[in-house]
């Protein structure tokens, strides 16, 4: 037990980025809390800890974590509303990238939403915060890197959410310029802003979600998992109304808001610290 708990404070308290990845987080971070985003007029000294000038009261920002590029749109088999051209093209992308091992689903579009196996688009995670309450006023941070369908799958949820952030807009060209094109290094940046959000939103699982949940759960911090299979059943109604739509979320999400999940045999430690991880009462 007290080495589980040594390996617990290495990952989650001993392990630290990089110093210029720490600059431009911590950067990042306080023009979201001040609302001092614009990148035209950003410090340009990269490695330098920016800390700009800052009036009032810190605001609160959320960070959505939103993996929706090809390979994972490819890699689900989910219909995305291209019909049979996008159809017909994402599995010929499937064929080029896995060669034949990841094969097209024997399931339905309909069972594969039923069952939670289609990622959330821009569009539908945007439907689902603004029915948990986050309106045109939250200060949101997008942690992204390529969207599938570009700008215009992502201006659904800027319509939404028009104080909508991500590296790029809050940072200038020059700060940007020992991590573009990195994708570590941008996930850094990305994981780093995560960490310090009032509140984290995952929409997408994998390496990135299991670290940060299992993170901010040591850290005791609010992060919201969307229910998949009853966001996929929603979103196949095609004539359920708003206010119906929006109590079925709430619903759907009240033990889905931070709440604690102890490990499981054989699940990992960095994504459930629970119990191994927390001190005894």
């Not at 990042?28 to 490695?47: H, P, Q």
């Not at 570590?184 to 990135?208: E, H, K, R, T």
């Not at 095609?238 to 929006?246: L, N, V």
């Amino acid at each position: 037990m007290e080495m589980q708990k040594l390996r617990c404070k290495v990952n989650f308290q001993a392990l630290t980025f990089v110093p210029h990845i720490r600059a431009l987080g911590e950067a990042l971070v306080n023009r979201l809390r001040y609302n001092s985003g614009d990148s035209e007029t950003a410090e340009t000294n990269y490695i330098r800890r920016v800390t700009d000038s800052s009036n009032g009261q810190p605001g609160k920002f959320v960070v959505l974590h939103l993996r929706f590029d090809k390979d994972m749109a490819a890699h689900s088999a989910c219909d995305f509303g291209g019909g049979k051209v996008e159809k017909l093209a994402l599995a010929k992308y499937r064929q080029m990238i896995w060669q034949g091992r990841v094969l097209n689903s024997q399931f339905t579009d309909e069972e594969l939403r039923s069952q939670g196996r289609c990622p959330l688009t821009p569009e539908e995670i945007g439907l689902l915060l603004a029915a948990m309450g986050f309106d045109k006023n939250t200060h949101l941070y997008l942690a992204s890197h390529k969207v599938y369908g570009g700008e215009a799958r992502i201006s659904a949820l800027r319509k939404l959410f028009p104080l909508m952030e991500d590296k790029k807009s809050l940072s200038s060209f020059e700060e940007l310029s020992e991590i573009r094109g990195k994708a570590s290094l941008l996930a850094a940046v990305d994981y780093y802003v995560s960490m310090q959000s009032d509140i984290f939103v995952s929409a997408s699982p994998g390496n990135m979600h299991n670290a940060l949940v299992g993170h901010r759960t040591y850290e005791n911090m609010k992060t919201i998992r969307p229910n998949m299979p009853l966001l996929g059943q929603l979103f196949l109604n095609k004539t359920i109304d708003w206010s119906d739509f929006r109590e079925a979320v709430i619903e759907g999400h009240k033990d889905r808001q931070g709440q604690m999940r102890l490990r499981k045999p054989k699940k990992s430690i960095y994504t459930y610290p629970a119990t191994d991880c927390m001190c005894g009462a």
